[in-house]
């Protein structure tokens, strides 16, 4: 069992880990930017320490004065949360690096997931159902426009990297794809800091029902039960 956590976060998201580390009898230290120096998750915690102002990229994006306050506060682990650094392999390395338990899932697990094409083809490997669309990155027009064909229209463009809907197009038509696979590579380029992108086929009315896994390192895998989340769109 941990002795104290540092939490990479702010606000509800911070709340809601001390609250747990509290039921569980951990200390917790709560991260904070000087825009948020008074807010409730310094209160609760054991322990607040500042860790940069207000940009998130001077604070709560900023691995090197997470990390250093961790040490100082005498952590041995520390939370993300969710957002922010959660889903950056390279800080799950650098906590390794510097014998601090990152939780939440490993370096490779992080980037695989962050990598859509990729993801799409272990599942395929894994005989999990996918829905029908390239394999791997689409780099050309002319490859986008012979799979689309194959495909048939309307088809989607996604940004292989990120997500919350920047990079993705839809094409119902020749026309439409000939227009947009430039400037869905484009989008992803300057959101994601990563030009490619992947097409599949557009289902225009999806359910989205997503499964809640927990697993540790000692081979415990729960499912928490499904969630619609079609209501949110």
Do not use: W
């Not at 941990?2 to 009898?25: D, P, Q, S």
């Not at 102002?53 to 993300?80: E, M, R, W």
């Not at 999806?206 to 039960?225: K, L, M, S, W």
């Amino acid at each position: 069992m941990f002795k104290r956590i540092f939490i990479a976060n702010r606000g509800e998201i911070a709340v809601r880990i001390i609250r747990a580390c509290r039921e569980l009898g951990i200390e917790s230290v709560s991260a904070y930017s000087t825009a948020d120096k008074n807010s409730i998750h310094t209160k609760l915690s054991d322990k607040s320490i500042c860790i940069g102002s207000p940009p998130p990229a001077k604070s709560y994006l900023n691995i090197g004065n997470i990390i250093t306050a961790a040490q100082v506060t005498g952590c041995d682990a520390i939370h993300p949360g969710y957002g922010f650094l959660a889903e950056n392999s390279r800080f799950v390395d650098i906590c390794n690096q510097n014998n601090l338990i990152f939780i939440g899932p490993p370096a490779e697990a992080i980037s695989l997931a962050g990598n859509k094409s990729k993801t799409i083809e272990v599942m395929k490997k894994n005989k999990i159902p996918v829905i029908p669309g390239s394999s791997g990155n689409v780099n050309r027009i002319k490859t986008a426009l012979k799979l689309s064909k194959r495909l048939g229209y309307p088809v989607i463009i996604k940004a292989s990297f990120g997500g919350g809907g920047k990079g993705m197009r839809i094409c119902g038509n020749k026309k439409d794809l000939v227009a947009h696979f430039p400037m869905a590579k484009s989008e992803s380029e300057s959101s994601f800091g990563n030009g490619e992108v992947y097409i599949e086929k557009y289902i225009s009315k999806p359910r989205h029902i997503e499964f809640q896994i927990i697993a540790d390192n000692y081979g415990n895998t729960v499912c928490v039960g499904e969630r619609e989340c079609s209501i949110q769109r």
